[in-house]
């Protein structure tokens, strides 16, 4: 299986992409591991937020095939522990699916066709982050629950 992460727009934050990097890197000794930016949206003054959303909508489903299992990092998802977490990478893993696809949204979150298109919705918190952290955060989960599948010590049971 694949894990694509599909985020909007790059990130100028050095201590961010340090540390996104770290993690990236080491994801690949578990899983194929793919990140998708898409370019930030240029001239948002002169857009409605609908139109921002539908604009961000299109460019995350051009990077997704129908195959594709969508979930979305949305502050309305279900909220998992790490080790929760790790059992539905499991879960996804042992179902056949090719490529799982997460997608963060933007300042605004996501169209009405991006949730239509989704197979599911994710939370890291119920508090808020910039989209900078959840790149960061994300990353961290993820590796974290690869440790926890392969009984590594990086999660302290």
Request: hydrophobic share 35%.
């Given at each position: 299986?694949?894990?694509?992460?599909i985020?909007?727009?790059?990130?100028?934050?050095?201590?961010i992409?340090?540390?996104?990097?770290v993690?990236?890197?080491?994801?690949?000794?578990?899983?194929s591991f793919?990140?998708?930016?898409?370019?930030?949206?240029?001239?948002?003054k002169?857009?409605?937020?609908?139109?921002?959303?539908?604009?961000?909508?299109?460019l995350?489903?051009?990077?997704?095939?129908?195959?594709?299992?969508?979930?979305?990092?949305?502050?309305?998802?279900?909220?998992?522990?790490?080790v929760?977490?790790?059992?539905?990478?499991?879960?996804?893993m042992?179902?056949?699916?090719?490529?799982?696809?997460?997608?963060?949204?933007?300042p605004y979150?996501?169209?009405?066709?991006?949730y239509?298109?989704?197979?599911?919705?994710?939370?890291?918190?119920?508090m808020?982050?910039?989209?900078?952290m959840?790149?960061?955060?994300?990353?961290e989960?993820l590796?974290?629950?690869?440790?926890?599948?392969?009984?590594?010590?990086?999660?302290?049971?």
């Open positions: 299986m694949k894990i694509t992460l985020l909007n727009g790059k990130t100028e934050d050095d201590y992409i340090k540390g996104f990097s993690y990236e890197q080491r994801l690949k000794h578990y899983i793919e990140t998708i930016v898409i370019p930030a949206l240029k001239n948002t002169a857009l409605s937020i609908e139109q921002q959303k539908q604009k961000e909508g299109e995350i489903l051009k990077n997704i095939q129908l195959s594709d299992k969508l979930i979305l990092l949305d502050e309305s998802g279900k909220e998992y522990s790490s929760g977490f790790s059992q539905f990478i499991q879960k996804e042992n179902s056949g699916i090719k490529n799982v696809v997460f997608a963060v949204g933007g979150g996501f169209s009405e066709e991006i239509k298109r989704a197979n599911g919705k994710i939370s890291l918190s119920k808020t982050f910039s989209h900078q959840v790149r960061l955060f994300f990353v989960q590796y974290r629950a690869m440790t926890i599948l392969k009984n590594e010590p990086y999660h302290h049971l």
